[in-house]
């Protein structure tokens, strides 16, 4: 059964940086592309970003350039580096591998005031 716990979220400023992970268990992780979700107040989850188990990544076109996924696979982990956070990337951010499609984690609270 897959589980996923995502962390390092936070209260920031504008400009600054966080730096997101997930750590997965119940699935073979190397195998599986992972992603992380945006879930801004009062808007559905978007997929920001994506990377599979050979490096394949794709991210959405509100993010290029800002944030970086990555993957440490000896951890089954993956990241999610956040560069020049705006306002509008506040919500609550989710990581899950994109095959499981009715399974979300807790998330991760990340704020920025501007």
């Known amino acids: 059964q897959v589980q996923v716990v995502e962390s390092g979220g936070g209260l920031v400023q504008a400009g600054e940086s966080l730096r997101l992970s997930c750590t997965v268990s119940g699935i073979i992780f190397s195998i599986n592309t992972m992603a992380w979700y945006h879930q801004a107040p009062g808007r559905q989850r978007e997929m920001v970003a994506s990377?599979?188990?050979?490096?394949?990544?794709n991210y959405a076109d509100s993010v290029k350039g800002r944030f970086t996924i990555s993957r440490d696979e000896a951890r089954n982990t993956v990241y999610l580096q956040m560069n020049n956070l705006r306002p509008e990337d506040t919500g609550v951010y989710y990581c899950k591998p994109i095959a499981i499609v009715n399974y979300w984690g807790q998330g991760t609270q990340v704020t920025v005031s501007s």
């Open positions: 990377r599979s188990g050979r490096g394949t990544t």
